[in-house]
């Protein structure tokens, strides 16, 4: 007899069983599908289905509309800045939260390892008054100081050095800001503080523009890590300069993490997409409506970006690619 087998004729001996010919072609039947005469056939009738001459049999299977590969899992993912090693690549901050409780609340929720503080004065007249160290252990968290507020590089060294008296940190986030409307770094004061810090022995991460030729600059003279701006501070815009981003990436050979602008939880993924070791944020989550739940999406954000990076993602292409192959269609 002449049966079609998936659009094409083939001779068989009369009486075959729709097992009979998954046998004869080498088929497992529990890895297919099988269609008589365009009705489904059960597995479970495949020995009592007997073909007759004329019939049309499709035998499917199913494919994996992509790659048939997969990357490694990186189960040991972390970066490391001056010699310590991290495994949360989300950073965060310690303003404008409502209170301390909810600071540290925000932080766990977050899953970070490093929290920047910034250093202001006590308040002598009522040393009472709780301290951020009564909430978030600086034995458990890497505290990291900066130079919020500051204009110029004399009072960011000198900031710093009050730090490393106060903590003993040397681990340090540099940053000297432009005007008050902006936040934007100043690159020259920038620079400055960061060679009298490094001489002095500090470990600097350095606030930058993204500005690929700055940023390499700052690394050669030493500094632990590049941190260019995705917008600026506090205004949640999100990534502005991808393309600045990503070849600061390309390029460096210390960490590179976005610091500033981050709005949302697709800023974070898009941030950790480029390439980034990592993301530094305090507006978006302090300032979220749920700042517990907003940190909990950044973390999940952080996550899925850099698994997005290791994966590789597909082309870009100008027109359409259908996802299964055509040939063998029914």
């Known amino acids: 007899m002449r049966i079609t087998v998936n659009g094409k004729q083939r001779d068989f001996d009369d009486g075959m069983t729709v097992h009979d010919l998954l046998t004869r072609m080498r088929l497992n039947s529990r890895k297919i599908a099988v269609e008589l005469n365009l009705e489904i056939v059960a597995k479970s009738a495949y020995r009592r289905t007997t073909l007759d001459d004329g019939d049309e049999v499709e035998i499917v299977h199913f494919i994996g509309g992509g790659a048939d590969t997969a990357p490694a899992r990186k189960d040991d993912d972390s970066f490391t800045v001056a010699g310590r090693t991290f495994r949360s690549r989300l950073l965060v901050g310690t303003g404008k939260y409502k209170d301390y409780e909810q600071n540290a609340r925000a932080v766990e929720a977050a899953g970070a390892e490093i929290v920047t503080v910034a250093v202001r004065r006590v308040n002598v007249t009522d040393p009472d008054q709780p301290m951020l160290v009564d909430f978030i252990d600086p034995q458990k968290y890497t505290y990291l100081p900066n130079t919020a507020g500051c204009f110029t590089a004399e009072d960011a060294v000198r900031t710093l050095r009050l730090a490393r008296e106060a903590g003993g940190w040397d681990l340090v986030k540099l940053e000297v800001l432009g005007d008050q409307k902006t936040l934007y770094p100043n690159m020259p004061e920038t620079v400055r503080a960061a060679e009298a810090l490094l001489k002095e022995g500090f470990e600097v991460m350095v606030y930058c523009s993204d500005d690929p030729i700055q940023a390499k600059r700052l ?30 990436v390309e390029e460096a050979k210390v960490p590179v993490l976005v610091d500033a602008g981050v709005g949302t939880a697709s800023d974070a993924a898009i941030a950790m997409e480029l390439g980034c070791d990592g993301v530094l944020m305090n507006t978006a989550i302090a300032e979220a409506k749920d700042p517990i739940m907003m940190a909990r999406a950044m973390k999940a954000a952080v996550e899925a970006g850099r698994l997005a990076y290791l994966a590789g993602r597909m082309p870009k292409k100008k027109y359409a690619d259908p996802s299964s192959p055509l040939a063998g269609l029914i």
């Open 219 to 248: 690394e050669e003279m030493g500094c632990c890590a590049i941190m260019p701006l995705g917008a600026p501070i506090g205004s949640g815009l999100g990534i502005q300069n991808p393309v600045n981003i990503r070849l600061i």
